[in-house]
């Protein structure tokens, strides 16, 4: 072979691995490459808090107002960076008043969410059945309007930052006695009810130990909507007020049909009272009601006026005693979990446990050896269909 031939095709193959070159993004002549990227970090997971309130059906004003406290706690939370850099999640249940239903989500949440922690249910009475639950399984539950008391008694897993009723009752019966000069009352409540039965039986204590007269006892169930026969047996006594221990469905009815009779006096209540909901059904029979409570949305209070303007804005309504216990209670729920800076139920408990001299919308707050809280009521009375501070 000739030199020109040989000559020929090393040139076509130089063209040929040139072209090879471009074509995968190379050149003729070596260019320096881009160093890799690091890799990102890999976000935290949400921490996830399960939360069971009536949502639906009875008494469903104190679950819906429980619930958007939550979750304005939770949004401003997130908003702020989460829990040491991790989003929070909160699952909701509907337990609809119901003591078993209660039961169910607590397990559901526990065993198939793994939540870490628990806030609810709404009333007593699903605690003492749920609570147990969340004690077996080691799991931090916290209720936000548990006033009961034993509530704290069911283990060392189980908080509350509600205040108690015996811890209530006794400013508000001093309160009412000195307001209205009560020399005798009769007393209704329902007695198929944890929380009402609980009240009853301090109002009772109550009574007795300010030397006023009891003319008379008249009970009734829940979900009972007609009070005549009560309401005529109370009314033949005369008294000078209305002890009055129920949820705020069957008290509101009860005040409504009592005015309907011919009754002008105040009836002074516990924490069933606490609901606009009853305002809205009982509008102006409710006037002069007396009723102790942990939360005043007049409270002059940098971070409770923001409360009330943000919960307003989100809802379209003031809060109440039930939405405030709630947002306080997600940020102890959450400071909790910071300070423990773990998901770790039992970290969590302790972490808890251990908060003291939290500035809340409803005050300022500490657990006290039995995981119940450590904060003074504010006495209530209403009047033009609004709560207003009794002084």
């Given at each position: ?29 070596e260019t320096a490459k881009p160093a890799a990227e690091a890799p990102k970090a890999e976000a ?85 059945g749920a609570g147990p639950v969340a004690q077996q399984s080691a799991i931090p539950a916290l ?249």
């Amino acid at each position: 072979m000739s030199k020109r031939p040989r000559f020929a095709a090393l040139a076509l193959l130089l063209t040929v691995l040139t072209g090879l070159l471009i074509g995968c993004g190379g050149s003729a002549k070596e260019t320096a490459k881009p160093a890799a990227e690091a890799p990102k970090a890999e976000a935290k997971k949400p921490i996830k808090v399960g939360a069971v309130f009536i949502l639906s059906g009875g008494n469903s004003g104190y679950g819906i107002a429980q619930r958007a406290g939550v979750e304005l706690a939770r949004d401003e939370i997130n908003k702020a960076g989460g829990i040491n850099g991790a989003q929070l999640e909160v699952i909701f249940e509907d337990s609809q008043g119901n003591k078993d239903l209660a039961i169910n989500a607590f397990r559901k949440l526990i065993d198939k969410d793994e939540v870490t922690a628990l806030i609810g249910p709404t009333l007593s009475t699903e605690m003492f059945g749920a609570g147990p639950v969340a004690q077996q399984s080691a799991i931090p539950a916290l209720g936000i309007s548990n006033t009961v008391n034993g509530i704290t008694d069911i283990g060392n897993y189980i908080f509350r930052n509600s205040l108690p009723e015996a811890a209530i009752l006794p400013y508000t019966v001093k309160q009412a006695i000195a307001k209205y000069s009560l020399k005798k009352v009769a007393v209704m409540w329902a007695s198929n009810d944890d929380f009402s039965n609980g009240g009853y039986t301090i109002f009772k204590q109550e009574l007795a130990k300010n030397n006023i007269a009891i003319t008379t006892e008249a009970s009734f169930n829940v979900k009972d909507t007609e009070f005549g026969a009560q309401l005529t047996k109370v009314l033949a006594t005369n008294p000078d007020g209305i002890v009055l221990s129920a949820l705020y469905q069957e008290a509101a009815l009860v005040m409504v049909q009592a005015r309907k009779m011919g009754y002008k006096g105040p009836f002074i209540g516990g924490n069933g009272f606490n609901s606009p909901a009853l305002l809205e059904v009982a509008k102006e029979a409710a006037d002069g009601a007396i009723v102790g409570s942990p939360w005043f949305p007049g409270r002059d209070d940098p971070k409770a006026k923001k409360f009330v303007a943000d919960f307003t804005a989100k809802t379209g309504k003031a809060p109440d005693q039930f939405a405030a216990q709630a947002f306080d209670g997600m940020y102890l729920m959450a400071t909790a979990i910071k300070n423990a800076n773990s998901t770790n139920r039992d970290k969590v408990r302790d972490a808890l446990a251990a908060i003291k001299n939290l500035e809340g919308v409803t005050g300022k707050f500490s657990f006290d050896a039995n995981r119940n809280p450590d904060m003074a009521p504010t006495i209530l009375i209403i009047k033009g269909g609004a709560y207003t501070e009794l002084k």
